[in-house]
C-alpha cells in the first residue's frame, strides 16, 4: 500500500511519515501543497492531506484528485 501524506510544514510530514513507518508502511511519499501533490498521484493507494496550504489548499486538491 502507498501512502501520500500532503503538508506544508515538513514536521507534520515528518511525523506522519515516520508514524507510518513504525507501525509497517514503508511505501510512503511527501509533498508540501496540492500542486506538487498532483505531480505524485501515480500509485498512491491513501492520501493523508492538511486542509490549508499555499498554492493549492486540501480542498482545491481533493476536488482535483476526484476529479480524475
Known amino acids: ?5 500532503v503538508d506544508d510544514s515538513s514536521t507534520m510530514r515528518r511525523i506522519i511519515k515516520n ?4 507501525i509497517g508502511y514503508e511505501d510512503v511519499e511527501d509533498a508540501e501543497n ?5 505531480e505524485k498521484l ?4 491513501i492520501i493523508l492531506t492538511d486542509w490549508n496550504m499555499p498554492e493549492m ?3 482545491e486538491f481533493v ?4 476529479g480524475q
Open 63 to 66: 476536488k482535483r484528485v476526484r
Open 34 to 38: 496540492g500542486v506538487e501533490a498532483l
Open 42 to 45: 501515480n500509485g498512491i493507494d
Open 19 to 22: 508514524s507510518l513507518k513504525r
Open 57 to 59: 489548499d486540501g480542498l
Open 1 to 5: 500500500m502507498k501512502f501520500l501524506v
